[in-house]
């Protein structure tokens, strides 16, 4: 059977047929399904607007900002009360969802603080006091007893019979999945993955993650805002015991199972946990249990819901596996080494203690560009110290640290990494659900302010920015030799091409500084031969490469300088050979002995050579 | 004004058994067992059994609830925690939720939406050090603080104790050692699940029996373990009647309506002035 090429499948307008199916969906009542039918596919529209918000701070971001339930309370009573009053329904709807966003930062802010089981406690501990909230002000939320009197919404002073409202909530609905898909799978949606991944790997990358955690969970409640809107009007009563324990379980329980990280998972998640209970008679009772049995396989088996499993078989049985165009004309053309602007980088008596443990006692490094800088040393000497207090992990006691003259030192990591210092990890942080382009393409995301509207209405300014993006991605590939994985998934690669990925998206952006942390650790023979000869070329090109290695053969054979960490002290500082001779360095890698045996060969080695 | 702070105590010692319960589990298997609070409320509909429908005596009901709370422990432990060892506090939540759904689902299914009364205890009311109160709160008072008190010197004075402080603090360290991290985690989640049940007959001769009893529960005995320190027994029982004060004068001069509400305000005063609580003992290292 002949397969759906690669080329149409990642590029070709397959939004197209979810829009077609939502559009059908729109004009049903004019092809004749009764009411009960549309009340139903209402409710579905709504719930998949909440579950949608929720993907994206659950699914994307990795954040457990649980509070969707809450927020589609306020948006319906701030809609209801105002539309009580008398107000036109696209006022409510902008009040509502106005109001959702405001309450969806305010919750948020302890989520930048907090790890992820706080934030996830103090987001459910909202949910469960709407009814104490809405019994505060009962006059005008009507208490527990709910409020009534929301009249029919009203168009530019238009009544809404039961059609138009159906029409509009479809109609909402559908532009609410076009704007937050565009948003996803823009270079946005791409950062949220980082940060759902390793939020220090967010900040190594430029991202500023409270700034980007604040965004998720305005983007998140949004919808939740519009859904609260419109379910205001849908019985014309506001029952307050519509927002609670058991909603913002099936949420969660839809969120997983349709798929957390996907968009249209959000539908068909929707689906199952409004018609399911509907379709079986005396659900209610167990339906608590079967949201629990749902929640703990999700839990255990997050495979990325029904979504991510359709999303695989299709790939599989009907997509072919060709290379996109794009990858075939970059490995078509010449290999063309850019021109890094490498910095210098200069750090002058740093000292970092942890309690009673020195672990760095006043250090000095200097690294220029177009050369390599090893730093070696035996295990706890503070190597990985002295590169997390250079990126800004860590804030040195005392000494200053400059790049191309600037300071640097006591900068937050998001700051320093702006200035152009980019690293790489032990272990390589390759977050889960990205392409090894979009791997590369990450790193681009600070150095190029992009507005979110303009990737929701892709606007060609967004357009453009995600084409140079990929551009920029491929050349980078390109050098380093793996090119053709482009648009294979990176988290699954073997532990060396990962590595050379991390190495690549270092690069991207035209770093000033480069610390490559243990790069070779855990590679064989050849892996280690293509990392050096990447790492030799990329300072052919002008950059400033520091990097901490163990494999003493790898770093005689590039390094340019080599600098010897002791116990927090630089022993040795010089090219190779000289160090590889330097009795101090010996003694520290060696013991004693292997040090008098030195001496005593180069003494006699001069004493036979008078 | 006594009588609001033997109600606080009371209602705060409530929240110190399931921080109780938190605290054994996170301090062995660094999780943190969502669903702790609904091993409370399955105890309590096992006093409502044994007072109302079973004819049993107290100690009987508090040994059944005790073994079932061990069995849904192990339950837990083996088919919604062990499979997820160290993948991230994201899936634990997630599991941990679920399961405490599954427990108040089983009770909505069996028992129905409405709370049942516990009758162990006479609810006379009498003056005691200048309020009014009752022997149930008395008690509750004094079996958390008991409780507390004895797990708190297992943890520091045994072997068993100090080898899940060792584990929590650091998991690989301690297999290194020879300590059996898989059995640590099981017995922790049976003997949390035993102890916070088995007390559950007579916390519900106050709160009623009820499928959603554990809900808010869950949430404000966390808020207990922010106050007062994830991991410390101490700061369980310090915590817990913070919490209890707080919302008995709360409720009292705000008004009912301002019980949660104080609350939840206290927990993010707590997070943000005290990120380690009281006296909780954590570390991260960073890269």
């Known amino acids: 059977m002949k397969k759906l090429s690669n080329e149409t499948y990642r590029r070709g307008p397959l939004w197209v047929l979810p829009l077609a199916l939502g559009l059908v969906v729109m004009v049903l009542p004019f092809l004749g399904i009764d009411a009960g039918t549309q009340r139903i596919t209402v409710s579905v529209a709504l719930m998949s607007m909440l579950v949608l918000g929720l993907n994206m701070t659950f699914g994307y971001a990795g954040e457990l900002a649980l509070g969707q339930s809450a927020i589609y309370a306020v948006g319906a009573y701030a809609a209801g009360i105002f539309a009580v009053a008398g107000l036109d329904l696209p006022l409510t709807f902008v009040i509502a969802v106005l109001a959702a966003a405001a309450v969806g930062l305010l919750t948020g802010v302890p989520g930048i603080r907090l790890g992820n089981w706080s934030l996830g406690m103090v987001t459910f501990f909202l949910v469960l006091l709407v009814p104490e909230v809405v019994n505060l002000f009962p006059k005008v939320t009507g208490g527990a007893v709910g409020l009534p009197g929301v009249p029919l919404p009203t168009f530019l002073g238009a009544p809404l019979n039961g059609q138009a409202y159906y029409v509009l909530v479809i109609g909402v609905t559908i532009a609410t999945f076009v704007l937050l898909r565009n948003f996803a799978t823009s270079r946005h949606g791409n950062a949220l993955k980082v940060l759902r991944e390793s939020p220090v790997l967010a900040r190594s990358l430029g991202y500023s993650v409270p700034g980007l955690k604040l965004k998720t969970y305005v983007i998140g409640a949004l919808p939740a805002g519009a859904a609260g809107a419109l379910f205001a009007y849908q019985d014309g009563y506001i029952n307050p015991a519509s927002f609670g324990f058991q909603m913002a379980v099936a949420l969660l329980a839809a969120s997983i199972i349709g798929g957390a990280d996907s968009i249209y998972g959000a539908v068909i998640g929707a689906a199952i946990l409004t018609i399911g209970p509907l379709r079986t008679s005396g659900f209610q009772q167990f339906s608590l249990i079967f949201f629990g049995i749902l929640l703990v396989l999700g839990g255990l088996f997050f495979a990325g819901g029904i979504a991510g499993l359709a999303r695989r078989w299709f790939q599989r049985w009907f997509v072919d596996d060709r290379l996109l165009s794009d990858v075939k004309d970059v490995l078509a053309s010449e290999v063309e080494f850019p021109r890094i602007h490498g910095k210098e980088l200069r750090a002058t008596g740093v000292e970092k203690a942890f309690g009673g443990n020195r672990a760095l006692r006043g250090v000095d490094l200097v690294a220029r560009p177009g050369t390599v800088t090893a730093l070696i040393g035996p295990n706890g000497s503070g190597k990985t110290t002295l590169l997390n207090v250079v990126s800004g992990f860590y804030k040195p006691d005392a000494g200053t640290i400059a790049v191309g003259g600037v300071a640097v030192e006591g900068k937050a990591p998001h700051k320093v990494a702006a200035s152009g210092v980019s690293r790489t990890f032990q272990t390589p942080l390759i977050p889960k659900g990205m392409t090894v382009a979009e791997v590369v393409q990450s790193a681009r995301y600070a150095r190029d302010r992009a507005s979110i509207l303009a990737a929701m209405l892709r606007l060609p300014s967004a357009r453009r920015a995600q084409r140079e993006d990929r551009a920029e991605a491929l050349r980078l590939l390109n050098i380093v030799g793996i090119a053709e994985l482009a648009d294979k998934p990176a988290a699954d690669l073997p532990l060396g091409t990962r590595r050379l990925l991390e190495v690549t998206r270092a690069l991207a952006g035209d770093p000033a500084v480069v610390l490559l942390d243990e790069p070779a650790s855990g590679l064989d023979e050849s892996d280690v031969q293509l990392l050096s000869s990447v790492i030799s070329r990329l300072r052919d090109a002008g950059a400033t490469i520091v990097i901490v290695e163990h494999n003493f053969e790898m770093v005689m054979s590039i390094a340019d300088e080599v600098n010897v960490l002791h116990l927090g002290e630089m022993i040795a500082v010089g090219t190779p050979d000289m160090v590889r001779n330097d009795p101090a360095v010996v003694e520290s890698y060696l013991g004693k002995a292997a040090r008098e045996e030195l001496e005593r060969r180069n003494a006699a080695q001069q004493g036979g050579s008078k | ?287």
Not at chain 2, 170 to 190: P, S
Not at chain 2, 234 to 244: E, L, P, Q
Not at chain 2, 246 to 265: D, K, N, P
């Open chain 2, 1 to 287: 004004m006594m009588t609001t702070v033997l109600a606080g105590l009371s209602l705060g010692a409530v929240y110190t058994l399931v921080a109780i319960g938190y605290n054994i589990v996170f301090i062995s298997s660094r999780v943190f067992n969502f669903a702790q609070a609904q091993f409370l409320m399955a105890g309590a509909f096992i006093g409502f059994l044994g007072s109302a429908k079973l004819g049993l005596p107290l100690w009987a009901a508090v040994l059944i609830a005790a073994f079932v709370g061990a069995v849904i422990g192990a339950l837990e432990e083996v088919l919604a925690i062990r499979r997820l060892a160290g993948r991230g506090a994201h899936n634990e939540l997630v599991t941990t939720l679920g399961v405490g759904t599954i427990i108040a689902g089983a009770a909505l299914a069996l028992f129905g939406a409405d709370p049942q009364k516990v009758t162990y205890f006479d609810s006379a009311a009498f003056d005691f050090l200048g309020g009014r109160t009752n022997l149930v709160d008395l008690l509750i008072i004094l079996v958390a603080v008991l409780l507390a008190g004895i797990v708190g010197l297992i943890t520091r004075k045994t072997m068993i104790g100090l080898a899940s402080l060792a584990t929590s603090e650091d998991r690989d360290a301690g297999m290194l050692r020879g300590i059996n991290v898989k059995h640590l985690a099981f017995w922790a989640f049976v003997i949390a699940g035993a102890l916070v049940a088995a007390t559950g007959p007579l916390v519900a001769s106050k709160t009623l029996a009820s499928y959603h009893l554990g809900d808010l529960l869950a949430v404000k005995a966390f808020v207990a373990v922010a106050v007062g320190g994830f991991g410390s027994y101490r700061g369980a029982v310090i915590g817990g009647f913070v919490v209890g004060l707080l919302e008995m004068f709360g409720a009292r001069y705000l008004g009912t309506e301002w019980q949660s509400i104080s609350v939840f305000v206290l927990l993010l005063v707590a997070l943000i002035v005290l990120p380690k609580g009281l006296f909780g003992r954590s570390q991260e290292r960073l890269v």
